[in-house]
C-alpha cells in the first residue's frame, strides 16, 4: 500500500507534503514497491522511471547520493 509523500513517476509528479500521511492517497501505479520485504519498508525508491519518496524524513540528497554510489560499485 503505497503513499508517496513526494516525487515523480513515469511523468507523474506527486506532491502531498501539505497532507498528512493517513490522508495521502494510495497509488495504484505504485502499491506493489513500498516493501522491499516483510518489516523492511522501502522510504525511497530510483528508477528509469522516476523517483517516489515514500517518508517524509528521507533527505532526498543523502538517498540519492547511496544510489549513486551503489551504481558506481556495480559497474
Do not use: C
Request: charge should be negative.
Amino acid at each position: 500500500m503505497a503513499r508517496v509523500f513526494y516525487g515523480v513517476w513515469n511523468g507523474v509528479v506527486h506532491n502531498n507534503r501539505d497532507i498528512t500521511p493517513i490522508d495521502i492517497p494510495i497509488s495504484s501505479e505504485l502499491r506493489d514497491i513500498d516493501t522491499f520485504n516483510e518489516g523492511n519498508p522501502i522510504r525511497a525508491f530510483f528508477g528509469d522511471k522516476g523517483f517516489p519518496v515514500f517518508d517524509p524524513e528521507v533527505n532526498l540528497l543523502d538517498a540519492l547520493w547511496r544510489h549513486m554510489a551503489k551504481a558506481a560499485q556495480e559497474s
